[in-house]
T-cell receptor, first 116, second 118 residues
Framework: EPEVTQTPSHQVTQMGQEVILRCVPI?????FYWYRQILGQKVEFLVS????????KSEIFDDQFSVERPDGSNFTLKIRSTKLEDSAMYFC??????????????FGPGTRLTVL | AQKVTQAQTEISVVEKEDVTLDCVYE???????LFWYKQPPSGELVFLIRRNSFDEQNEISGRYSWNFQKSTSSFNFTITASQVVDSAVYFCALSEAPGGTSYGKLTFGQGTILTVHP
């Protein structure tokens, strides 16, 4: 069964460093998402991406964050200068077509980011 | 703005008991979609079910059943004869249809931690 994959599973970085989290969405999916979950809290939407541009972003997704689809399979989240409060689990998700019967979002296993 | 409330923070049951997880939602849109996801201790988010706002028929899948009541804005999830493997955090989520204010994105509830003891 097709699945969303994410690498790395765990990333440790120093405050102020740049990190890139990678995701490979399900191959026939068109919409891609990033969410984050601070330890013990709920899952929060960061950004959605379609047709090589951002569809929607939350207040959390400030200028420190960016997303890119560098090739036909990868979808990346970059944090330019990490802060302690960026420590969280980051989930990538993909769906076929929002607002239709094909819009169920399937999630990857997550990348745990620890900022020291 | 849309909102999902899962008032039960933690539930603890003994194996074979039935358990119901509550979910109440708020949205201004008439067309929307409701979901349940399971997050086992390993951390991934596993899709369980999706419900469309125009389809109030309840659904059963094995030991799982879902009760969607538009009149009370609730989408409750029942596990019958719970098992230790059901121990996880369960999240209810909402997304809106095209034209809605938050089209496509999922708004999650706080989650309910379910512990099933042997």
């Amino acid at each position: 069964e097709p699945e969303v994959t994410q690498t790395p599973s765990h990333q440790v970085t120093q405050m102020g460093q740049e990190v890139i989290l990678r995701c490979v969405p399900i191959s026939n999916h068109l919409y891609f998402y990033w969410y984050r979950q601070i330890l013990g809290q709920k899952v929060e939407f960061l950004v959605s991406f379609y047709n090589n541009e951002i569809s929607e972003k939350s207040e959390i997704f400030d200028d420190q964050f960016s997303v890119e689809r560098p090739d036909g399979s990868n979808f990346t989240l970059k944090i330019r200068s990490t802060k302690l409060e960026d420590s969280a689990m980051y989930f990538c998700a993909s769906s076929e077509l929002p607002g239709t019967l094909l819009d169920t979002q399937y999630f990857g296993p997550g990348t745990r980011l620890t900022v020291l | 703005a849309q909102k999902v409330t899962q008032a039960q923070t933690e539930i603890s049951v003994v194996e074979k008991e039935d358990v119901t997880l509550d979910c109440v939602y708020e949205t201004r849109d008439t067309t929307y979609y409701l979901f349940w996801y399971k997050q086992p201790p390993s951390g991934e988010l596993v899709f369980l079910i999706r419900r469309n706002s125009f389809d109030e028929q309840n659904e059963i899948s094995g030991r799982y059943s879902w009760n969607f009541q538009k009149s009370t804005s609730s989408f409750n999830f029942t596990i019958t004869a719970s098992q230790v493997v059901d121990s996880a955090v369960y999240f209810c989520a909402l997304s809106e249809a095209p034209g809605g204010t938050s089209y496509g994105k999922l708004t999650f509830g706080q989650g309910t931690i379910l512990t099933v003891h042997p």
